[in-house]
């Protein structure tokens, strides 16, 4: 079984910036297409960026430009490099392998004046 530890999260103004960590353990994490995800008060978890084992990328179009997915093989560790930050973006983020795992308790990011 895969687990997921979700950290960087934090309060910061708009326009400031955010590096968040997902730590991975289970051994596989070289195999998986990995994910980061948010969700927002009263809205459904959403997709927000994935990178594949082949360092492919894809982002949702509201954080395109703005954000930026990686991923350290050697430290089981998937980053998202916060720019730009907006209100918008306040919500609880977490990492995942196409939705295939239990959820980790996410990171708190908030934007806000």
Do not use: H
Not at 14 to 34: H, K, N, V
């Amino acid at each position: 079984q895969v687990q997921f530890v979700e950290s960087g999260g934090g309060l910061v103004q708009p326009g400031g910036s955010l590096r968040l960590s997902c730590s991975a353990s289970g051994g596989i994490f070289t195999f998986l297409s990995m994910g980061w995800y948010r969700q927002a008060p009263g809205k459904q978890r959403e997709l927000v960026a994935r990178i594949s084992r082949g360092l492919s990328t894809v982002y949702a179009d509201s954080v395109k430009g703005r954000f930026s997915i990686s991923r350290d093989n050697t430290k089981n560790t998937v980053y998202l490099q916060m720019d730009s930050l907006k209100p918008d973006d306040k919500a609880v983020y977490y990492c995942n392998s196409d939705s295939r795992y239990s959820w980790g308790q996410g990171t708190q990011v908030t934007v806000s004046a």
